[in-house]
């Protein structure tokens, strides 16, 4: 028995991740460091992701070509970075298939992914389970009179959120009554973000600093992972429109001991406590996005994957090997604990394409990543090969991610290798972390 254990505990893995991103390129950085780690496939990966595992053209959507795959690469655990795959109810068809079900899947049933795929059923989970998040109301496609009447007894600014997924543009904020009221005619009335917005979540506006918190749950406990903080307009400042993340950083000086200990009692447990009540089968990331008002922690947002660019700076200041953190969650043998992290700060600042969030040109070459490298680590997000030249191939493109003895350490290693790193048109903003330093 105890030898057989010993051998289960140490039998090395192979694993499948998927997506493509600047998060995915550091979750398979890190799993790549582990000396548990058998083969490692990223479906579809990026040219960054070469350097820790294989990239595989394997498209989650084609069920059959997915299952063929982790059969004949005996893949022993799937971690999913995006949301859609999840939403759309990927793991739900894993635990369906006498083949697959044995395999560790890293992400929560369709169920269970609504606390990200739908606002209105995250608000209720939230109330009925005492969790501290803005007042809401929540209003249909036929009650568009209701709704804008509504709208005329609130106090701005207001909140206007599409219920469904939208491409991180579902959150509209609008100062004036006027603005508001048509936004909401938008929304509702003109189907605005499609099947999106044929719901409508609006919400009590609240002030404070924004800040996230990550946990890998097994449905029954979680371990917490670094906590850190996105910069998510164009602009410096905070100006401008919404983008996928500019940059990040971790740690977040105001997640202290006493916030931490809130945020477990308060948020953290009962969220996986009425995930249980409520039946939802939930094994994966729980990334919390709260704001902090006035000392009190409240949830702006449940994400049932981990955050881009959040994830960058989360896995540079991991202290411990991932790969078991997952493994015991696939395998329902997680304890409550907080993971082990660093005492060292970590930044990442995006580059992104000319004209982002716009529409922007693609296929330029980059230069300068070997030099970068002696200074940060470069994730990859929207690169692509091109006759051996690595170019452009999406809006953001890289992110460049310091790591130091303090945040204006990680700070200055980022930019200095920003500095080395040149395409056509590249654009980051010059004040990540600067409202932390
Ligand atoms: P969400 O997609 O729900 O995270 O919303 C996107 C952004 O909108 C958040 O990161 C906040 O900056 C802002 N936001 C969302 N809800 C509220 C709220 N109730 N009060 C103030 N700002 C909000
Ligand atoms: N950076 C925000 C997100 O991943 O949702």
Partial sequence: MALWHF???????????????????????????????????????NPGTLAYGNNVSVDWRQFVAM?????????????????????????????ADED????????????????????DFAKYFMMQHNIPT?????????ELEAAVDYLATVDGPYVLKADGLAAGKGVVILDTLAEAQQEMRSMLGDAKFGAASSRVVVEEFLAGMEFSVFAVTD??????????KDYKRIGEGDQGPNTGGMGAVSPVPLFDEAMQKQVMSRIIEPT?????????????????????????????????????????????RLDEDFLPILRDAGNGKLTNRVARQSKQSAATVMMVSEGYPGSYPKGLPILGLDQAS???????????????????????????T???????SALGKAYQAVASITFDGANHRKDIGQDIL
Wanted: charged residues 20%; negative net charge.
């Fill in 272 to 316: 996986i406590e009425g995930l249980a009540k409520d039946g939802l089968p939930y094994k994966g990331f729980l990334f919390f996005g709260l704001i902090d008002v006035e000392g009190e922690a409240m949830v702006i947002e449940y994400n049932c994957r981990m955050g881009d660019p959040e994830t960058e700076v989360v896995m540079a």
């Fill in 100 to 119: 697959l079900a044995s395999i560790l899947f890293i992400g929560p049933s369709a169920k269970g992914a609504q606390l990200e795929g739908s606002k």
């Fill in 67 to 95: 299952k063929d795959f982790c059969m004949n690469n005996r893949i022993d655990m799937v971690i999913v970075g995006p949301e859609e795959p999840l939403c759309k109810g990927l793991g739900d068809q894993f635990a």
């Fill in 374 to 400: 002696e200074h940060a680590i470069v994730f990859q997000a929207g690169t692509t090969l091109k006759d051996e030249e690595l170019c452009t191939a999406g809006g953001r493109v890289l992110c460049v």
């Fill in 7 to 45: 051998m289960l505990n140490f039998a090395l893995m192979n694993i499948l991740l998927i997506g493509s991103g600047g998060r995915e390129s550091a979750i398979a950085w890190s799993l790549s460091q582990s000396p548990e780690l058998g083969e490692l496939f990223i479906a579809p990966g």
């Fill in 402 to 408: 310091g790591v130091g003895d303090d945040m204006a």
């Fill in 134 to 142: 803005a007042a809401y109301r929540t209003f249909n496609a036929n």
């Fill in 219 to 228: 449905g029954k406990s979680a371990v917490i992972l670094p906590e850190a």
